[in-house]
């Protein structure tokens, strides 16, 4: 075997890692792959933070996709409108291998250099060292067929992924249907969509009336399992002759509601605190939680100053301090929190779903949750509350996963 580079921590946290230093999803990744060889897009759905991107960068690295396909990553999430769509969907040419190969090199240089022209821009400089910027607009109008007719005369098929593609939803212009027209006509690439939004995703791909109607197989992907996880984790503290208890793993996993993010960055930590030799236990994990929450102070702080009506604060502290927040226009807990009244406590609610805000996300009837569950956490460090997270954190796990099953399957009636 060939001695690869090691890491001073196994703990990776960004998007791309090596495969030895990524959990599971063995089940996914073939699942994927074999859906895309039979000709399927897919869409992917799950809330941020359980690891989309990376299983899709996973499935870029294995073999068999290397191989076959080009593949794009077109990540959306910071696009307001299509420019800025087209904008990114060129910057993943530039960034994709393929396009630097020298058959793909010349017919991308050309494409660009017909688009740059179109645009009154100079191709000028190191075309690969080049960044197109996001909105506000430049004028530029880029044209997305240029970009599927290229796709189209690759010699490989293409896989493009379009991460967080439920965002093209917000843009200013409808271009779903132009978007589909073009996907529908491609022979030579496959798709996947990925994304957060749940409930607008299956909107775009399970309305009849919607462009993308069934035109992908759909994937909820749910967490890691615990035992997954917790295996995973222990092989990469004993590689380096460290060891982590079953029961700080499974703290980590339950106050973080086993979202991979959340727990790689308390494993990287605990893991870099601990000297060779030691296992790290529940202290440890918690003690990397106040360490991350530091970190993030500045961060949290000015979270809170631009919440300025004390009443939409306070319903924010309050859903804080009950993890799960239930039943949150009933009397009890308007006196509970000494909030004025229900109508006060919608607009509270309306106020911090808000996109600007994103602070709560609903996850089930009248019940309410902070979406970043580090936040949640300062806040009830603020109040001396963090001993009871901490104690309280597998019972509101539980409680999360059976609200979450319960939520309604997704029908359209109309
Ligand atoms: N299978 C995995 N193994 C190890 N780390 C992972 C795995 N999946 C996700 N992560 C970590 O969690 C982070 C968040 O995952 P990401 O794929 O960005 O989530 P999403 O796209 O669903 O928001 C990643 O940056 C990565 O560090
Ligand atoms: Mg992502």
Redesign the pocket.
Known sequence: MSKEHTPNNPF????S?PDR?????EMETKDIISKLNNGNNIVIK?P????????IM?VFQQKEVKDAYNTLYVDIYGTKNMDDLVKEFMNAFLEAGFARSERGRKQVERLFQRLYLQANLSAGGELSAFRLGLSPSNGVNFTLSEMFKFLEKTKKPNLVVF?EFQKVKEYPEDITAELRSYIQRMTNTRFIF?G?SRHMLNHMFEHPKEPFYRSASSMNLDI?SEESYTSFAKRLFQQYRKDISDEAIAMAYALFSGR??DI?EVMKEVFQQLASGKTAGIDDVKDAVKRLMAMWDNDFRERMDRIEKIKNRNMLYAIALEGIATSVTSTSFIRKYKMDNASSIQNAIAYLSDENINAIEKIGKASYQLQNRLFELWIANGFRCLDQKFSTARDRFEKERQMLSQQPVFKFTD
Do not use: E, N, P, W
Not at 21 to 25: A, I, L, N, P, T
């Open positions: 990776y946290t960004g998007i890692m230093y990524f959990c599971d999803r799950a941020r933070r359980v690891g989309k991107s990376s299983l996973h991460d990925s957060s890691i991979t993010y790689q």
